[in-house]
């Protein structure tokens, strides 16, 4: 008998699960850096900025947050450090939420946020999973 076979297993949880479609792979040279300055970002034009940067590097167009999301999920969340994760698992939980499931309960109307603070930053984000422009 080898010592390999005999070597104890992980247990369950420490375990990682496979990707039902694989790792994805690596986003282009800058964007984890683009991410995380805009995550970080300490005023409203460094973080509008940034995001900017962001997607002009995965090449990916703003719109309607069921048609954005996924998109910019999939391109970053395997590869930004560990604790900006968490955001992203954030918004994919509070997008499961009935109100905003469907990303079309403010489809039609138009919103204005002025302030870029905590709040102001937290409104437009729900205004944008609402649907609403």
């Given amino acids: 008998m080898s010592t390999s076979s005999m070597a104890p297993k ?4 420490l375990r990682r699960m496979p990707s039902a479609s694989g790792p ?7 964007a984890v850096e683009a991410f ?6 300490d005023s409203f034009p460094d973080a509008l900025a940034n995001f900017s940067k962001l997607l002009s ?5 703003p719109g309607r947050v069921p ?6 999920k999939a391109s970053l969340k395997e590869h930004v450090p560990f604790r900006y994760r968490e955001i992203f698992k954030i918004l994919t939980e ?7 499931a469907s ?3 403010c489809e039609a109307q138009r919103v204005l946020v002025t ?3 905590p709040c102001g930053l937290r409104a437009a984000i729900e205004a944008q999973l609402l649907g609403a422009k």
């Fill in 24 to 30: 994805s792979p690596p986003p282009p040279e800058g």
């Fill in 103 to 105: 990303g079309s309960a």
């Fill in 36 to 41: 995380v300055a805009f995550a970080d970002a």
């Fill in 67 to 72: 048609d954005f999301y996924p998109r910019l």
């Fill in 10 to 13: 992980a247990p369950k949880w």
């Fill in 94 to 100: 509070k997008r499961k939420c009935k109100p905003y």
């Fill in 57 to 61: 590097l995965l090449r990916l167009e």
């Fill in 115 to 117: 302030g870029a603070g």
